[in-house]
């Protein structure tokens, strides 16, 4: 199975600042099925990403993927305060399908 | 628009089961794989298995095989996920997600397993 570690665990900013988040695999992820969500307490997950680094429908600019191989990153360029939350990535190319275990970001 | 909408929350004593349904709408039912995912309190996401509506077949995570059976119906856009033999680590929010990666989820359900 494909692990999936996140780092750093809480990042801690302030509204405006820019996001990097981390998502490291244990083997090389097929055709970069590579996809990020954003989960908010009572809410389901809103999936943001897929294949590393498109967006999905409906969201903003100011989220972007990069990546590819055993490395990939979710920037969030100016963080709005709908923004707080933790972000999952997910790798969805091979079974069984894997979470990261989360990156909070949270207000500083 | 799609929508996945599941049933209500459920508490169950160890050692029972619990049937979770999703009824989809807004697509053709048969045409997307339905997963499911849960989240325990305080925990990350975790990947359960999935059913491929048109004929049924399923694939399970190897941490629920033998334990979790999932099922659809066709004639009612719904699918079915059946854990057996709970213990509390099983106390979580269970979603369906459509498809890969999952653009639509349902709203949660609530199993909390407690004597």
């Known amino acids: 199975e494909i692990v999936l570690t996140q780092s750093p665990g809480t990042l801690s900013l302030s509204p405006g600042e820019r996001a990097t988040l981390s998502c490291r695999a244990s083997?090389?992820?097929?055709?970069?099925?590579l996809a990020w969500y954003q989960k908010k307490p009572g809410q389901a997950p809103r999936l943001l990403i897929y294949g590393a680094s498109s967006r999905a429908t409906g969201i903003p600019d100011r989220f972007s993927g990069s990546g590819s191989g055993t490395d990939f990153t979710l920037t969030i360029s100016r963080l709005e305060p709908e923004d707080f939350a933790v972000y999952y990535c997910?790798?969805?190319?091979?079974?069984?399908?894997?979470f990261g275990g989360g990156t909070k970001v949270e207000i500083k | 628009q799609v929508q996945l909408v599941q049933s209500g929350a459920e508490v169950k004593k160890p050692g029972a089961s619990v049937k979770v349904s999703c009824r989809a709408s807004?697509?053709?039912?048969?045409?997307?794989?339905m997963h499911w995912v849960r989240q325990a309190p305080g925990q990350g996401l975790e990947w359960m298995g999935l059913?491929?509506?048109?004929?049924?077949?399923?694939s399970y995570a190897q941490k629920f095989q033998g334990r979790v059976t999932m099922t659809r119906d066709t004639s009612t856009s719904t699918v079915y996920m059946e854990l057996n033999s709970l213990r509390s680590e099983d106390t979580a929010v269970y979603y369906c997600a459509r498809a890969r990666p999952f653009p639509a989820w349902g709203q949660g359900t609530l199993v909390t397993v407690s004597s």
């Open positions: 059913i491929i509506p048109n004929g049924g077949d399923t």
């Open positions: 807004g697509y053709t039912f048969i045409s997307y794989y």
């Open positions: 997910q790798q969805y190319g091979a079974s069984p399908l894997t």
């Open positions: 083997q090389s992820v097929s055709s970069s099925y």
